[in-house]
């Protein structure tokens, strides 16, 4: 391609077909109004039919469910929790207690230094391995720092 113009797609693309402008669709005429004033009733109709069913459906299947509950002498909530497909195990989001040690040394040690003075992620994981207070922490303790944990990521994540 010589060097031209090359601000429009046209001129980038000389062999292919320039897409037509779109332009307004004229206006609708009376039967054309007719017929989709017609085909959206139908449509309200059937959503509003399919609606009623869904809720006597779920009404049956509730009644259902207490008939079965009552002849095994169980909770409604327990047989709903054997037929539900959701399952009973569910991973835990919080951090691991070796990075919220982590995260709790490396506030202890690199507070107030500059950032070329900070200690590396393996002097900290040095330090952490070594200190006694570490491995020796209450259930509290525990969960205060992994509370300071994700208090620090909630806020890291929400600030601007």
Not at 3 to 20: E, K, L, M, Q
Request: glycine share 2%; charged share 25%.
């Amino acid at each position: 391609m010589e060097r031209g113009d090359s601000s429009s797609w046209a001129s980038c693309n000389p062999t292919r077909p320039v897409i037509p402008t779109w332009s307004h669709p004229a206006c609708l005429t009376e039967a054309q109004k007719a017929s989709c004033a017609l085909k959206t009733a139908q449509n309200k109709e059937r959503s509003k039919s399919l609606q009623d069913a869904i809720a006597q459906f779920v009404q049956d299947q509730g009644k259902k469910l207490h008939e079965l509950a009552l002849a095994h002498h169980v909770s409604d909530e327990h047989i709903k929790n054997l037929i539900s497909l959701q399952t009973h195990y569910k991973k835990t989001h919080e951090p691991q207690l070796r990075n919220v040690l982590i995260h709790a040394k490396t506030k202890e040690v690199n507070n107030g230094l500059m950032h070329g003075q900070k200690y590396t992620m393996a002097n900290i994981q040095k330090m952490v391995a070594e200190d006694p207070y570490m491995h020796n922490l209450t259930c509290e303790q525990k969960k205060e720092f992994i509370k300071q944990l994700m208090d620090h990521r909630e806020l890291q994540t929400s600030s601007v």
